[in-house]
């Protein structure tokens, strides 16, 4: 689960939290509209659904509510924060600005579609909003210091000066006026005069590490990485310990090419207790598009362990110290750091499902039952846990349990065409295998009516009609189209080999499974259908002999022991 990216540039900016000022102690908005009892039984069943953690179900609730009285404000409120958590922004846009059509003078539904249009980077709607806001409360300055972030973030640095002489004549001086006027330095049309000015202000003041950084920011822009780096390191000798200097002070180093430099930099600042985690996170997460280097994937990997000992109470540090070694293929390291970021805070749902992931592909099927179950006592409505934990059961032979948990996992998620084809697949293989043929093919027709190209979906079908001897020519072309989806894959090339098999056309059969063992020579399996199609081509010793291999390589069955006894075929 390598999930954002964030790029590292982090600029004096940061000094003050964030380009836009947080707000805090957020408070949860009233209820209105049509005061009657169904309204209020779905508007407060939601908010329990959503304080137990059941996200979908709260969804629901808010939906009927809507369905009610669909100027619900604070329903309208709910779902768009539901969308924001479910990372559908644009849906939760849409039910903001309807929470606020609904309550326009409500502060904190403003407060909302402020963040959400920050978040979908629609700045030109924001001055708006701070407008409305400052209307409603004139003597809370941090909604023309976003304001005029906005305005800067648009280019329009001339708005955005007046208002700066506004809050300052309004509200006075403060730190973080000063930091939003270096910022306009920055965004000057005329780099040369913004230097010159900041240059001044350092001599008038070599302490105030925010014009140190101001102006790094606008030598890298006009290109003099040198003067960038000297000013850095001057700014490190005042403040040695200060995170957002070295973080430059790695972005220079980076840009460079001396990559070992940059790192050695953003060692410093994970080992150190400076800055939250969250922005750690991101320093970490700006090494993901570059996981396919192995230098970048092991300095991403010794960054989040460092992480996990500053940190040892956060599970975020962990899951993605999981994911990293994951990624290395330290699958038992991966689950180790998972398990414990769940010793911290059982909550978080994507750590189950990474957990429940590794655990498949390690085979550990009875450690996924028990941690499905676990998971799925938490967290009721999730499909991906009902789709893991099914697969678990089929692994281990308990049908009828792969088929409850598969339906549900069908049920519960309706839009990923992909991974309903892949629930569909796996339903079929266990209906299958209870002998249920005719819900078994339609379970897989449905699949691929869903995912054309499902390539497991393509061969496990094709494999249960060969064994059925059913429908021959429509399993040999969907196998032989598995085989062109995953050209190397030794178990689809042992299907097409027994499909054609089936077909009675032997010496095709033979190439196939001969390409099968060239790619995995330890499969009992191989060596066993290999056996069966030497015999039908008149080669009875060869097949004994492969035959024999199949059993040392553990096959147990009375038939194979049978062909091998008395030296010929037996189905």
């Known amino acids: 689960m390598l999930k954002r990216l964030f790029l590292i540039s982090v600029t004096f900016c940061c000094l003050s939290g964030s380009v836009f000022s947080q707000k805090k ?162 965004n000057d049309p005329d780099p040369d005069k913004s230097i010159s000015v900041l240059e001044e202000l350092i001599s008038k003041n070599p302490a105030d590490i925010r014009n140190y950084l101001a102006l790094t920011e606008l030598y890298l822009k006009t290109g003099l990485k040198e003067k960038a780096l000297i000013r850095l390191k001057q700014a490190n000798k005042v403040e040695p310990k200060n995170p957002y200097v070295i973080l430059l002070m790695a972005d220079v180093y980076r840009s460079e090419g001396k990559d070992t430099e940059a790192f050695r930099e953003l060692k ?38 460092l992480a996990t000992r500053r940190h040892p109470k956060e599970p975020q540090a962990f899951a993605i110290y999981g994911d990293l070694l994951a990624q290395s293929k330290d699958l038992k390291g991966a689950q180790e750091a998972y398990r414990h970021a769940l010793s911290i805070n059982d909550k978080e749902v994507r750590i189950w499902e990474q957990l429940l992931e590794i655990e498949t592909s390690l085979g550990e099927f009875e450690k996924v039952l028990e941690d499905g179950e676990k998971a799925l006592t938490l967290f009721r409505d999730r499909s991906s846990l009902y789709f893991f934990t099914g697969i678990a059961y089929a692994q281990v032979e308990n049908h009828e349990k792969a ?16 991974y309903q084809s892949q629930v569909q697949a796996s339903l079929a293989s266990s209906l299958n295998s209870l002998n249920r043929f005719k819900d ?14 499902n390539a497991y979906a393509l061969n496990n079908y094709a494999y249960y009609l060969s064994l059925r001897k059913e429908n021959l020519e429509k ?64 080669e009875p010793d060869k097949a004994l002999e492969s035959w024999m291999k199949a059993r040392t390589l553990g096959v147990k069955s009375e038939t194979l022991d049978k062909k091998i006894n008395e030296k010929k075929y037996f189905e």
């Open 25 to 186: 102690n957020i408070k949860e908005p009233g209820l209105s509209g049509a005061d009657s009892i169904g309204v209020r039984n779905s508007f407060f069943s939601g908010l329990r659904e959503k304080t137990s953690g059941r996200i979908d179900e709260a969804e629901r609730s808010f939906k009927r509510t809507v369905e009610l009285d669909s100027a619900n404000g604070a329903a309208l409120y709910e779902l768009s924060n539901i969308y924001r958590i479910k990372q559908q922004i644009g849906l939760a846009e849409q039910y903001a600005v309807k929470a606020v059509a609904a309550n326009p003078d409500n502060k904190w539904f403003l407060l909302s579609l402020a963040d959400i249009y920050k978040q979908s980077q629609n700045l030109d709607k924001l001055p708006a909003v701070y407008d409305r806001l400052t209307k409603l409360e004139p003597d809370v300055d941090e909604y023309l210091l976003d304001k005029a972030n906005a305005l800067i973030l648009l280019g329009r640095t001339q708005e955005a000066e007046k208002i700066y002489t506004e809050i300052e004549s309004g509200f006075g001086s403060s730190p973080e006026l000063e930091t939003l006027k270096q910022r306009l330095l920055i």
């Open 268 to 305: 410093k600042v994970i080992a150190d207790d400076v800055l939250n985690f969250e922005v750690k996170a991101q320093i970490i997460f700006s090494y993901f598009p570059k996981l396919k280097n192995a230098a970048s994937l092991s300095e991403a990997t010794e960054l989040a362990l």
């Open 403 to 418: 088929i409850e948990h598969l339906s549900q996992a069908v049920n519960l998620d309706t839009e990923n065409a992909v």
């Open 440 to 453: 078994a093919d339609a379970a897989f027709d449905k699949s691929l009516a869903l995912d054309p190209v």
């Open 475 to 538: 399993a040999a072309k969907m196998s032989l189209q598995a085989n062109e989806l995953d050209p190397e894959n030794p178990s689809f090339q042992d299907t097409y080999a027994w499909v054609l098999f089936q077909q009675k056309k032997y010496e095709d059969a033979r190439i196939w499974i001969e390409k099968a063992i060239k790619n995995n020579a330890s499969s009992g399996i191989q060596f066993e259908h290999f056996g069966d199609i030497l015999f039908h081509l008149k």
